[in-house]
């Protein structure tokens, strides 16, 4: 009968390692993005980097919405990098005259 609890135990904590390891993934794609240094970069790039930025935006808004409590500030401050990079790389279009 012992066996049967630890079972459950057990299983419980690979169901939350699991978790754990899915909700992480977005983050380090934000991470490597964030990372990158822009300025620099010809047009192309920029224009490539700015939709990676804007794929990347919807992966975390939706690992957001699928965010459990203690995930979720995390979540957000990845949220908030990646936007505040988005508009940064957008102006530099802008200013480049070249359409993001």
Do not use: F, H, I
Request: proline share 7%; hydrophobic share 40%.
């Amino acid at each position: 009968m012992p066996s049967r609890p630890l079972g459950l135990v057990g299983l419980l904590l690979l169901v939350a390692a699991l978790l754990v390891a899915c909700a992480q993934g977005p983050g380090r794609q934000s991470e490597q993005l964030l990372a990158r240094e822009y300025r620099g970069q010809s047009e192309a790039e920029l224009q490539s980097y700015y939709r990676q930025l804007s794929d990347q935006l919807v992966r975390e808004t939706r690992a957001l919405r699928q965010a459990g409590p203690l995930a979720r500030p995390a979540a957000e401050k990845r949220l908030e990098l990646l936007r505040g990079r988005w508009n940064e790389v957008r102006a530099e279009l802008r200013r480049l005259e070249a359409p993001p």
